[in-house]
């Protein structure tokens, strides 16, 4: 029986690794141009069914860079709002209102982003605290510059208090 003869198709010779790479690569950028799978094969002389299994073997290998790359975003965010809340979290503790908001607001971030914040009485759902509400800290103006004005310190200024 000769080649060919009896539906039976001529074996193509296994393409190198760098072939094989080149022409996944060419697959991939005609899939995401919009081609069929059987204009792909028949471009490439592939199968339908070939250029199905590079596509999802490529897609495969692009979600696990994408993971890669989420990881080490993940990795300077994290680092970036501890070093954010480093730096205010002495100022807080000493009474700055301003950076007790920040404060509050990175360890609220942070807790969604670890999935600490459930249904029962985590504070979701509750308004953030503007800087710039009015029972916020007073205006420069209304304290002495050396002088740190706590929300509380302020609302008592307000209402006559102590």
């Known amino acids: 029986m000769a080649e060919g003869e009896g539906g039976s198709t001529p074996r193509r010779p296994t393409p190198s690794r760098a072939e094989r790479a080149k022409r996944d690569a060419q697959v991939l950028q005609l899939w995401l141009a919009g081609h069929s799978y059987r204009a ?13 299994k590079v596509v999802r073997r ?4 692009a979600e696990k860079r994408r993971d890669a790359l989420a990881d080490e975003a993940l990795g300077v965010f994290i680092e970036r709002s501890e070093a954010l809340f480093a730096a205010h979290f002495k100022h807080a503790l000493k009474g ?3 950076s007790s908001v920040i404060c509050d607001r ?6 969604r982003l670890y999935g600490l914040m459930g249904d029962g009485g985590s504070g979701a759902g509750r308004r953030p605290i503007e800087p710039d509400e009015p029972d916020g800290p007073l205006d420069e103006g209304e304290a002495d510059s050396d002088e740190v004005v706590t929300k509380l310190d302020g609302w008592r200024r307000r209402s006559g208090g102590a």
């Open 40 to 52: 792909i094969g028949d471009s490439l002389g592939m199968s339908h069914t070939n250029v199905d």
């Open 58 to 61: 490529e897609m495969a290998k």
């Open 96 to 98: 700055d209102y301003r």
């Open 106 to 111: 990175v360890m609220a971030r942070q807790a």
